[in-house]
């Protein structure tokens, strides 16, 4: 065996009487499974009511010991037998993903790249759209009732929550870029929820696909959420001036931003928007912190300030 250890080395342990059926391996899901059997194509693992998974030999960790368990991610193979894997795919049953179509079926649907020797099945009839070869493609991963297969769907809406979330203003979250929209971008919140991102909170546009870390304006009625970039009011203004201080102390006291500089390089560099930038450089302009060079600023020594202030 490749793997260094003969079949008759994985044997269950015999100490104590193993309870078959006590539990059962989740499709779609990673699982912590026992070792039931070694054989040529690989390990047999326990998958209580879902019978023994094989774990191909190509994943079998090395100094795999007999008695280990092993993390596995459990899905179907091209044959529709149930397979173990130690990868781990791009998104899992329950999850919503950016996913790239890598071909089209006329008679199926499209199959989407998730990480896995075994290609994503989109079908025709989960499409909003047609997509197409290249195209990257929010979706929902999913079982399907009838086959028990683990499907894509595009249709999102019928995925997401409707309870109204629990969450506060200011409240740190992260999201999925989905669309856009007249009023600006849907989202995904935290793998959940409906946001919305409004145009005039952006510095650039955005792609659907992108995963963004953001904060929570407000929740409106019937759960949508409103999404920003950015932390609102003191807080975000006084986070970022220490940011600009410590920026500052790095590089020698010296800085090439300012308030002509494009909002694009702020928010690629500082992660927040233009606006938010401006109000942290006059705050520290009004503490006698910095003074503008035209361009770039220069720290000032100033023993009253301190982090926060």
């Not at 026992?34 to 090395?62: H, K, M, N, T």
């Not at 203003?169 to 669309?179: A, E, H």
């Not at 920003?228 to 003191?234: E, H, K």
């Not at 503490?287 to 926060?308: C, K, M, T, V, Y």
Request: with cysteine; charged share 25%; glycine share 8%.
């Amino acid at each position: 065996m490749t793997w260094g250890y003969p079949a008759a080395d994985f044997t269950p342990d015999r100490r104590a009487p193993r309870l078959r059926y006590a539990h059962m391996a989740i499709l779609g899901k990673r699982n912590i499974l026992s070792i039931v059997r070694a054989s040529a194509p690989g390990l047999y693992l326990d998958g209580g009511e879902l019978g023994e998974i094989l774990l191909p030999g190509r994943y079998i960790p090395a100094g795999l010991k007999p008695k280990d368990k092993l993390d596995v991610f459990v899905y179907r193979d091209s044959e529709d037998r149930l397979v173990a894997t130690t990868e781990t795919p791009l998104a899992m049953v329950g999850e919503f993903a950016c996913l790239k179509v890598i071909n089209v079926n006329q008679n199926i649907g499209a199959f989407l790249d998730w990480g896995l020797a075994k290609d994503l099945l989109l079908p025709f009839r989960e499409q909003e759209i047609p997509v197409r070869v290249g195209q990257q493609v929010v979706v929902y991963v999913c079982l399907d009732v009838k086959t028990n297969r683990i499907l894509a769907t595009a249709r999102l809406n019928r995925h997401l929550n409707r309870d109204t979330p629990a969450y506060r203003s200011g409240q740190p979250v992260n999201f999925l870029i989905t669309g856009k929209t007249p009023l600006g971008y849907n989202a995904i919140v935290e793998n959940a929820h409906r946001g919305l991102l409004y145009h005039d909170h952006l510095a650039a546009p955005l792609a659907a696909g992108q995963k963004l870390k953001g904060f929570v304006r407000t929740v409106r009625s019937g759960g949508k959420i409103d999404l920003s970039l950015d932390a609102s009011g003191y807080k975000r203004v006084a986070a970022l001036t220490d940011q600009i201080v410590q920026a500052l102390e790095r590089n020698g006291g010296q800085l090439a931003f300012d308030d002509d500089s494009s909002p694009a390089a702020i928010r690629q560099t500082f992660g927040v928007s233009k606006k938010a930038f401006k109000q942290a450089h006059g705050k520290l302009y009004k503490a006698r912190r910095i003074r503008f060079q035209n361009p770039g600023i220069q720290l000032l020594d100033n023993s009253s300030w301190s982090p926060g202030k």
